[in-house]
């Protein structure tokens, strides 16, 4: 079965860190580009990071920049989202999904995560 699997959300105060993974079984992540975003309860679905499917070219969000880091251990298959000083408003589901990185910057992709949730609240 193709599929991302993201892990590492919770419940977390302002301020707080958390390092989302998105793992792929029965496919190879290195071909691909990987897009994180996320959705808050009655807002759309917002891209917050993108990296090249090498990992040598990253793209955030304004609302995230200086803030969360993508990377990626191809060796191991997965993406990791690193995401610090967290503040109330990154309170959402976070999806990983993987494609071409022109298609996942229009939220299109081949291959979707299922999304964890992430709060920050004291």
């Known amino acids: 079965q193709l599929q991302l699997v993201e892990s590492g959300g919770g419940l977390v105060q302002p301020g707080g860190s958390l390092r989302l993974s998105c793992a792929a079984s029965g496919f190879t992540l290195r071909h691909y580009a990987i897009g994180w975003f996320r959705q808050a309860p009655g807002k759309g679905r917002e891209g917050v990071s993108y990296?090249?499917?090498?990992?040598?070219?990253?793209n955030y969000a304004d609302s995230v920049k200086g803030r969360f880091t993508s990377s990626r251990d191809n060796a191991k298959n997965t993406v990791y989202l690193q995401m610090n000083s967290l503040k109330p408003e990154d309170t959402a589901v976070y999806y990983c999904?993987?494609?071409?990185?022109?298609?996942?910057?229009?939220?299109?992709?081949?291959?979707w995560g299922q999304g964890t949730q992430v709060t920050v609240s004291s």
């Open positions: 990296i090249s499917h090498s990992g040598d070219s990253t």
């Open positions: 999904a993987a494609g071409s990185m022109d298609r996942l910057l229009r939220s299109i992709a081949d291959y």
